[in-house]
């Protein structure tokens, strides 16, 4: 299915619709998916598009690769952000959220996690692509590895299509296709089942795939990877088909009433201060990277000034900072220039003795602990402002956790209040 050689004219869509919108997803981890969901985003930016990536699930990492291939793609381009039902609690908080982030660009691609209906239980689809698909009434791409299969490959896409009656099937893709007969049988099954084909892949599970599986997308170097997924992908997927299924969404429609009907905007969706109360020191570089965007915008609503500093490679901290905000990231893999920077490792120090509010979370927590052990023969200093030593572990450790807070909490000094998070980390205390 070629489509490289096409031209379009685009017709810019009003301020606040999104003419295309996409979920894709897969059977399950590792069939391809964000391999399939770059190149695409590559790929619609250099024809032209502007594109705004999500990523429904909690992950980061992939959300950088969305953004990197988007700018590998054109100079024009919108950050990544995310979507998920369960830790936004509500559709309206996930439509106003997407409502916010989707103005101005022509199509939409939302990455899911894991597997379509893959959820926080066995029962419901809470926190699952499947459910963002259909709170924004957009149409679902499902990646399967056909690998190790053939006709199998139509029997999966059908239980995917009829296990959830009001989730929507756009198309599928199929990933690791072989020979001339393996791509006849392919086609021939899901196409007598009525599913559209959005493309054949071959061989790309084992390929250019490898970049995504655990690669830093700050690396510059990895832009001609991107810039060849996006051909390998414009070959062989029919992007002209796959924007036309995205513009089958209702979500437009849904998002109008939905704003028309708030008789108090979402929090996201008011407008921003004219004046800020207080400075939140914000920890942003290579070592620190993983934020959510709309917990930065909630912050900036609320009227805070958010001050980037580097832990990486600024000698103090900002001035008159009234908090410390320091996130997740790869700390392990900078875990000699923190302990260089010894200056900036006593401002924080300082700052929080004196009695400065300092939130850190993941990677940042362990940038306040005493030390950093890589293995038995590598240990690094830290900030020391917790009395702990953190080392790093083979093991990967992911869930969701919902937390409550007790009236001793500093920063959240209402006891019994909740919030939701997501656990996901190599390291232990």
Known sequence: MTTSTRTRTRTRSPKYKCSSIL???GTNSGVGKTTVTVGLMTAFAQQGYIVQPFKAGPDFLDGMHHEAGIRAGEKEFKQRQSSNGWMMRSPDNVLAS????????????????MGLHDSIDGISDDGSAAQIAKWLNAPVVLVVDAGTMARSVAAMALGYTVLDKEMRMGAVVVNRVGGRVHIDWIRDAIEHEGTKIGGLLKDV????????AGALPQDGSNEMRYLRLAALVEENLDMDVLFKIGQTSRQVA?????L?????PPPILQPEPSKTCCRIGIAQDEAFCFYYRDNLHLLRLAGAELVPFSPLTSSHLPPALDALYIGGGYPELHAQKLQENETLRKDIQSFSQAG???FAECGGLMYLSNKLLLSKAETYNMCG???ISTR???HCKMYYASIEFTSQNPLFPSGGAHCRGQLFHFSEI
């Not at 599970?205 to 995504?212: H, N, R, S």
């Not at 028309?260 to 108090?264: E, F, G, L």
């Open 23 to 25: 979920v894709i997803s």
């Open 98 to 113: 997407f409502h916010y982030h989707s103005q101005g660009a022509d199509i939409c691609i939302i990455e899911g996690a």
């Open 205 to 212: 599970g084992t390929g250019e795939a490898v970049l995504f």
């Open 254 to 258: 849904q998002v109008s009433s939905f």
């Open 260 to 264: 028309s009907t708030s008789i108090i």
């Open 356 to 358: 400065g509010a300092v």
């Open 385 to 387: 402002v917790i009395p």
């Open 392 to 394: 790093m572990t083979p």
